[in-house]
């Protein structure tokens, strides 16, 4: 069973960029597809981006296309994602989201493993 740690949240203004981390421990790193998902007060949580199990095919909702990007780094067992041109439409609750499938599934209850998740807030 793999544990996710996320990081990297904060407080900053439109246009700033922030990086969150997300590291994974337990099975081996590459057996998992990760992303993230965000979740804004009120709102459900809704796919971000996310890269398959193989490390590559990385994948981003329309809404951060262009402006986010997804990594991972095997070495440190940890997933980025970098976030440029920020919103304030981008504040949520970012979760860090694993699955064993190949891809990451779109759906929240068909997610095997979260995050606590880390608190982006982009003012105006």
Do not use: H
């Amino acid at each position: 069973q793999v544990q996710l740690a996320e990081s990297g949240g904060g407080l900053v203004q439109a246009g700033d960029s922030l990086r969150l981390s997300c590291a994974a421990s337990g099975p081996t790193f590459s057996m998992y597809a990760l992303g993230w998902f965000r979740q804004a007060p009120g709102k459900e949580r809704d796919f971000v981006a996310a890269i398959s199990r193989s490390g590559d095919s990385p994948s981003y909702a329309d809404s951060v296309k262009g402006r986010f990007t997804i990594s991972k780094e095997y070495t440190k067992n940890t997933v980025y994602l970098q976030m440029n041109s920020l919103k304030p439409e981008d504040t949520a609750v970012y979760y860090c989201a694993a699955s064993p499938l190949m891809f990451l599934p779109r759906r929240t209850q068909d997610i095997g493993y979260w995050g606590q998740g880390t608190q982006v807030t982009v003012s105006s």
